[in-house]
């Protein structure tokens, strides 16, 4: 099975405050097939610094029932190690969603490129500060 560049993506919520809001736009990206959801965990951390994984059938059942459809097939990639190296990057009284996850719109042109027994010289994701910086300084 030829699979898309995978990424692990962290997003952390002040206050342990999860409203769900962005559970529609990571459905259409799912539904669409432009990723697929390998593996996803809250981490929580209370205010004496205290570091604990959320499952998605733990949390709140409104809070997962959001998740449906979204989040289905977990591969439990994610370690304890891993949770708690990221979870040590959190304030204290918050929480971070954490998913990894496959860009699977390119597992078609990975496969290409292999057959073309072409390999990937760099890759890189550019942050948008830096693509907001350029697009400012074309515009002067």
């Known amino acids: 099975m030829a699979y898309g560049p995978i990424e692990l993506l962290v997003i952390k919520f ?5 409203s769900g809001e962005i559970v529609p736009a990571l459905s259409n990206l799912v ?5 697929r959801v390998i593996d996803f965990v809250f981490i929580k ?5 205290n570091i604990d994984a959320v499952e998605l059938a733990e949390v709140d059942e409104q809070i997962a029932s959001t998740f449906a459809g ?15 190296e990221l979870g040590d990057l959190l ?25 073309a027994n072409g390999e990937v010289l760099f890759s890189e994701r550019i942050p948008r500060d830096i693509i907001e910086e350029a697009e400012a300084t074309l515009a002067e």
């Not at 002040?14 to 999860?18: E, H, K, L, R």
Request: charged content about 20%.
């Open 45 to 49: 951390k209370d205010a004496d610094g």
């Open 91 to 115: 304030e204290n009284n918050s929480s971070a969603g954490m998913m990894l996850f496959e860009n699977s719109w390119a597992a078609q042109f990975a496969t290409a490129v292999r057959n």
């Open 31 to 35: 539904d669409s097939g432009t990723i």
């Open 70 to 84: 979204v989040v289905d097939d977990v591969s439990g990639m994610l370690s304890d190690e891993d949770i708690l």
């Open 14 to 18: 002040p206050g342990n405050q999860f």
